[in-house]
């Protein structure tokens, strides 16, 4: 006989343990249910969410039981995030449930519950969860500070400047001021273009995450970081088939690259690390949680954005250099391009 642990989260889906047990030894001790509860702040955003659900043990194959939204989702809930500054209550939001879309797979999607509420919220508050279900039989709760002062420094915000990305041997670099209370850092850059084909437009994007960075010092400080720029084009060239005969490529303006800077607290970096995959040959790792009466996550993240449209002699590169010429891409003195340039 099996039993199965089912965890639904708003992150990431995991099937737990599995446990084995003869006909005379009963290994599970009576029905209990324990919530799941994941809230990542980000005050970037207009609006936040809560994700709720439960864990459960059951005899039944785990296929079966995670066809029923009944043995997903509670049937009371209440989600309310209290800010504190300076150790007083301020203010409270009410979240209201949403009903969201979820692709047919493993779980039922005939019922898919998030809570989200609009929050303007401040750099100097503390914010608490709360998560009251069916009447006070789980009151889940959690705390985080947010993230504050992050900035994208270089390139430049100034949006005549371009940037360029032309020289195979180096490197191009970007800097960003790592704030309050963030612990890890990851860009991701999104290279945007079109293609004109038979009069239609179509537009694509390449997104390029780079490697994580963590904050080793206190204080607000600029950090780098750099990408090879020969890495650039053999990006475009693995991620951009040849053209059809007759089509037109050109890099948008002046959304031609997108620096994306993401920031995680310290419990959302620990969150991660320990449910990344493992690369080793030990498989187990220990679970996280930083909620009382349930598990999951309570954490801030902050996104920044910085759109740069690319100089003419990174177009000329891309229209005509080695890694890219059979792409397609038009002169960099195109009708298109001239009302981004000057000169």
Known sequence: MKRFIIILSLISLFSLFIFSCSTDVNVNGEWDDIPIVYCVLDQSTEYQYVKVN?????????????QHSDSLFYKKVDVYIHEYVNTYKTRTWTF???EIDKEEGYFANDKNIVWCQKMDMRDDAVYKLEVNINDGEHIVTGETELISGIAITMP????????????????SEY????????????????FNYFEVYNDDTT???IPWVQAKSYKTTEGNSEVSGYFSVAAFYNLLQSNIPAPREGAKRYVKMPESLVYNLVVGDENYMIYMDITEPSSGLAQDKPAFTNLNDGFGLMASRYNVYRAKKLDRYTLDSIHRGIYTKHLG??????DYYKPYFIY
Not at 156 to 171: C, K, Q, T
Not at 329 to 334: A, C, E, G, Q
């Open 54 to 66: 439960k864990s459960f043990l059951g005899n039944m194959p785990a296929s079966e039981m995670a």
């Open 96 to 98: 209201e449930p949403v």
């Open 156 to 171: 430049s915000g100034v949006e005549a400047l371009p940037v360029e990305i032309r020289h195979y041997a180096g490197n």
């Open 175 to 190: 800097k960003y001021y790592n704030g309050e209370n963030g612990k890890v850092f990851q860009m991701c850059l999104t």
């Open 203 to 205: 537009y694509y994007s």
């Open 329 to 334: 891409f038009v002169s960099p003195y195109d």
